[in-house]
């Protein structure tokens, strides 16, 4: 499937929207675009997914590997015919960059610059960056220029005339009401919470020229890697619960299906007061379990989870599902709610992200997510603090990352697992998840 990288050139300039823009503007061309996300996310693709009906997935060599990125590269075409991968950061930031991202696909760049105050310093800025491609080590091809937040006329004008030859423009997004989305801790609202105006985009899309843009698209390095194993279990045979609401909202689409290839999935929304449904697995995605604290504290689903984790239920929590696997969640505003209980460790919400980066941990015994001695990646970003009780165990050693306390990730008790890391499906941790819960 053939794509292109819509990359910014720094974080906030207009990537989210351009990429929606852009997508709907290939739709208005009778295409079907699908939508990706360079590095951990899961509120970008949300957006994708709320305007495209479509999945977004996740591409992030570090939690993958390189055949991994292939295979979450090439699953898309399964629902469309070309793919838009929305960068993070700047194009050049971070240690698994943007820039390695296209690099590894062999995917074009076009930049998203912010073009509010700019005219012609918007083509330099872009040429800067087509530059600075020969200081790298892999081969970024920076081919094209979308102008965010650029009017027309005298304003669109400039920038167009200022292009170098050697690259491409093809179009803007203009400054219109509708197309903001509002943002708070761990990013912006989701896109079933604050999703972008339909007619805002389509007013967008207008201005962006999806031929030239299909002009620019190639296909990726390999177009077929090959399939992950599927593994032993049959799906009529294994139930897995997985917990679906606004407190654990956070589960990338390549988990959902391979929990779907191996398992029957149920969903219950604990929020909501549902309770636990019969099952051989729990999955508690991360979220915003502090946002509902007080409705978790009552709900029948974390009682009944208390009650079947001691029974030996495999149970696995990410990030805000270890916060609601522990003692107590306390909220920002101070006060302390009771959670299931199950782990002995308590959570509190802080001012600001205590974690955002990419992780690595060594097992340092067999448990739900990985045999002793394997490594394991990740990514974490929380605005919670946890504290384990002194006798807490510890199924991961960090390698890198702050995990729990800065050393320490994965707390066990019985066979419930909560780490603050999320994981992909390519990591294989889902994959021992489901062999444990199969045996």
């Given at each position: 499937?053939?794509?292109?990288?819509?990359?910014?050139?720094?974080?906030?300039?207009?990537?989210?929207?351009a990429?929606?823009?852009?997508?709907?503007?290939?739709?208005?061309?009778?295409?079907?675009?699908?939508a990706?996300?360079?590095?951990?996310?899961?509120?970008?693709?949300?957006?994708?997914?709320?305007?495209?009906?479509r999945?977004?997935?996740?591409?992030?060599?570090?939690?993958?590997?390189?055949?991994?990125?292939?295979?979450?590269?090439?699953?898309?075409?399964?629902?469309g015919?070309?793919?838009?991968?929305?960068?993070?950061?700047?194009?050049?930031?971070?240690?698994?960059?943007?820039?390695?991202?296209?690099?590894?696909?062999?995917?074009p760049?076009?930049?998203?610059?912010?073009?509010?105050?700019?005219?012609?310093?918007?083509?330099?800025?872009?040429?800067?960056?087509?530059?600075?491609?020969?200081?790298?080590?892999?081969?970024?091809?920076?081919?094209?220029?979308?102008?965010?937040?650029?009017?027309?006329?005298?304003?669109?004008?400039?920038?167009?005339?200022?292009?170098?030859?050697?690259?491409?423009?093809?179009?803007?997004t203009?400054?219109?009401?509708?197309?903001d989305?509002?943002?708070r801790?761990?990013?912006?609202?989701?896109?079933?919470?604050s999703?972008?105006?339909?007619?805002?985009?389509?007013?967008?899309?207008?201005?962006?020229?999806?031929?030239?843009?299909l002009?620019?698209?190639?296909?990726?390095?390999?177009?077929?890697?090959?399939?992950?194993?599927?593994g032993?279990?049959?799906?009529?045979?294994l139930t897995?619960?997985?917990?679906?609401?606004?407190?654990?909202?956070?589960?990338?689409?390549?988990?959902?299906?391979?929990?779907?290839?191996?398992?029957?999935?149920?969903?219950?929304?604990?929020?909501?007061?549902?309770?636990?449904p019969?099952?051989d697995?729990?999955?508690?995605?991360?979220?915003?379990p502090?946002?509902?604290?007080?409705?978790?504290?009552?709900?029948?689903?974390?009682?009944?989870?208390?009650?079947?984790?001691?029974?030996?239920?495999?149970?696995?929590?990410?990030?805000?599902?270890?916060?609601?696997?522990?003692?107590?969640?306390?909220?920002?505003?101070?006060?302390?709610?009771?959670m299931?209980?199950?782990?002995?460790?308590?959570?509190?919400?802080t001012?600001?992200?205590?974690?955002l980066?990419?992780?690595?941990?060594?097992?340092?015994?067999?448990?739900?997510?990985?045999?002793?001695?394997?490594?394991?990646?990740?990514?974490?970003?929380?605005?919670?603090?946890?504290?384990?009780?002194?006798?807490?165990?510890?199924?991961?050693?960090?390698?890198?990352?702050?995990?729990?306390?800065?050393?320490?990730?994965?707390?066990?008790?019985?066979?419930?697992?909560?780490?603050?890391?999320?994981?992909?499906?390519?990591?294989?941790?889902f994959?021992?998840?489901?062999?444990?819960?199969a045996?």
């Amino acid at each position: 499937m053939p794509g292109f990288v819509l990359a910014g050139t720094a974080s906030s300039v207009g990537k989210t929207v351009a990429t929606l823009a852009a997508c709907r503007a290939l739709e208005r061309a009778g295409r079907t675009p699908v939508a990706a996300k360079a590095g951990p996310d899961f509120i970008d693709p949300s957006h994708h997914a709320a305007s495209l009906g479509r999945p977004s997935r996740t591409l992030d060599p570090w939690m993958t590997g390189e055949d991994g990125l292939e295979r979450t590269y090439a699953r898309g075409a399964d629902h469309g015919d070309v793919c838009v991968v929305e960068g993070m950061m700047g194009l050049y930031d971070g240690d698994v960059s943007t820039a390695a991202v296209a690099a590894d696909l062999d995917l074009p760049v076009v930049l998203v610059v912010d073009a509010t105050a700019g005219m012609e310093s918007v083509a330099a800025t872009a040429l800067g960056f087509r530059a600075y491609a020969d200081r790298m080590d892999y081969d970024v091809d920076v081919v094209g220029l979308l102008a965010a937040r650029a009017h027309g006329g005298r304003h669109e004008e400039g920038i167009r005339n200022a292009i170098p030859e050697e690259m491409h423009y093809v179009g803007r997004t203009p400054p219109l009401d509708g197309l903001d989305i509002p943002d708070r801790h761990l990013g912006l609202h989701s896109g079933s919470e604050s999703p972008v105006e339909s007619e805002a985009l389509d007013a967008a899309a207008r201005h962006v020229d999806a031929g030239e843009l299909l002009s620019l698209a190639r296909r990726p390095r390999v177009d077929a890697p090959p399939e992950r194993p599927a593994g032993p279990a049959d799906p009529a045979d294994l139930t897995v619960a997985v917990a679906a609401d606004d407190a654990f909202r956070f589960v990338y689409p390549s988990v959902r299906e391979r929990l779907a290839e191996r398992a029957t999935v149920e969903t219950f929304a604990p929020a909501a007061g549902d309770d636990l449904p019969d099952c051989d697995a729990v999955y508690l995605p991360g979220g915003y379990p502090e946002n509902h604290a007080a409705d978790l504290a009552t709900s029948p689903a974390l009682s009944t989870l208390a009650e079947r984790a001691a029974e030996g239920l495999p149970v696995f929590g990410e990030c805000g599902g270890l916060m609601a696997l522990g003692e107590t969640l306390t909220t920002e505003d101070g006060e302390e709610h009771a959670m299931a209980g199950v782990l002995p460790v308590s959570t509190r919400m802080t001012d600001g992200p205590v974690a955002l980066d990419h992780v690595g941990y060594r097992a340092r015994r067999d448990s739900l997510l990985a045999p002793a001695g394997e490594s394991l990646r990740g990514h974490e970003f929380h605005y919670s603090a946890a504290t384990a009780d002194s006798d807490a165990r510890f199924a991961f050693e960090v390698v890198r990352g702050a995990g729990v306390d800065g050393a320490n990730d994965g707390v066990e008790e019985y066979r419930t697992l909560g780490t603050y890391a999320h994981f992909h499906a390519e990591s294989g941790a889902f994959d021992a998840f489901l062999d444990a819960a199969a045996e």
